[in-house]
T-cell receptor, first 114, second 112 residues
């Protein structure tokens, strides 16, 4: 079974702190994604990556950065956390197939910024 | 990518078939229809996808109308564990790579 794991299920941070969210997948997938999910807004793409050291901005990259130093690992960084970044963060991975957008999601990290 | 419209919520009796409709009247010829679901407090889970032919896998069946303006996801024997929000997503492979745009979905409640 494909497994996507995220470093924490729940996280509480203070405003201004630097926050690292880590995602690891074990299926040798080329593509990895970070989404955030908020009530009434659905899932929104923050960043994605097609390969090691490559990254592309999604729909809402402001206030976030990412790092992909190894194929299996994709980190989301909040440089200076703010209360409006309180959200559920979901990581996903997918193989690079031309005929499938089948993405595998992790369990999510519920981040609260106080 | 096509805009999709789904009912906000549906109920289904345990053991019966759950038929979840999706309208995608603006879908273009090369856009696929994908279905995902999200069980409470979990990440979304891929279910099935199709272009114009009906598709079936171990989880569900997907029926796409001949004009491709709508589709129905069928869970043949719904269980309590199928209670979730179901998302119908139109995907253009020529568009943004891998970007899935989730709408509000249908909240399916399977009742005993």
């Amino acid at each position: 079974d494909v497994k996507v794991t995220q470093s924490s299920r729940y996280l509480v941070k203070r405003t201004g702190e630097k926050v690292f969210l880590e995602c690891v997948q074990d299926m040798d997938h080329e593509n990895m994604f970070w989404y955030r999910q908020d009530p009434g807004l659905g899932l929104r793409l923050i960043y994605f990556s097609y390969d090691v050291k490559m990254k592309e901005k999604g729909d809402i990259p402001e206030g976030y950065s990412v790092s992909r130093e190894k194929k299996e690992r994709f980190s989301l960084i909040l440089e200076s956390a703010s209360t409006n970044q309180t959200s559920m963060y979901l990581c996903a991975s997918s193989p690079r197939r031309p005929t499938s957008y089948e993405q595998y999601f992790g369990p999510g990290t519920r981040l609260t910024v106080t | 990518d096509a805009k999709t419209t789904q009912p906000t919520s549906m109920d289904c009796a345990e053991g019966r078939a759950a038929n979840l409709p999706c309208n995608h009247s603006t879908i273009s010829g090369n856009e696929y229809v994908y279905w995902y679901r999200q069980i409470h407090s979990q990440g979304p889970q891929y279910i099935i996808h199709g272009l114009k032919n009906n598709e079936t896998n171990e989880m569900a069946s997907l029926i796409i109308t001949e004009d491709r303006k709508s589709s129905t996801l069928i869970l043949p024997h719904a269980t309590l564990r199928d209670t979730a929000v179901y998302y119908c997503i139109g995907v253009n492979y020529g568009g943004s790579q891998g970007n899935l745009i989730f709408g509000k979905g249908t909240k399916l409640s399977v009742k005993p």
